[in-house]
Nanobody
Framework: QVQPVESGGGLVQAGGSLRLSCATS????????MGWFRQAPGKQRELVAT???????NYAGSVKGRFTISRDNAKTTVYLQMNSLKPEDTAVYYC????????????WGQGTQVTVSS
């Protein structure tokens, strides 16, 4: 199982924007809803955004209206555009296929760190 490769994180001031990318393999991408998860220090990993194979999106209440998830089927890549960032968005962000609100595959990537300063 090839792990996803997340990138695009960094340090940004509150109110700023970042665009995350997740390069995956066809085994992970095709036929699956894809999602972005995040894990803050001392907290459990949480699902923040999903996109189905049909492009239907869903968001956690805490990011709705600020984050946009999308997928490029030709590149087997998932994106997360994050605007109006808040300090509480600080976390390591991961992507995975999603089933029943959880990561489908047990092999997670390294994630990408997002740090939002106040």
């Amino acid at each position: 199982q090839v792990q996803p490769v997340e990138s695009g994180g960094g340090l940004v001031q509150a109110g700023g924007s970042l665009r995350l990318s997740c390069a995956t393999s066809g085994n992970i991408f095709y036929g699956n809803a894809m999602g972005w998860f995040r894990q803050a220090p001392g907290k459990q990993r949480e699902l923040v955004a999903t996109v189905t194979v049909y492009g239907i999106t869903n968001y956690a209440g805490s990011v709705k209206g600020r984050f946009t998830i999308s997928r490029d089927n030709a590149k087997t890549t998932v994106y997360l555009q994050m605007n109006s960032l808040k300090p509480e968005d600080t976390a390591v962000y991961y992507c995975n296929a999603v089933v029943s609100g959880r990561g489908k595959f047990g092999s997670w990537g390294q994630g990408t760190q997002v740090t939002v300063s106040s």
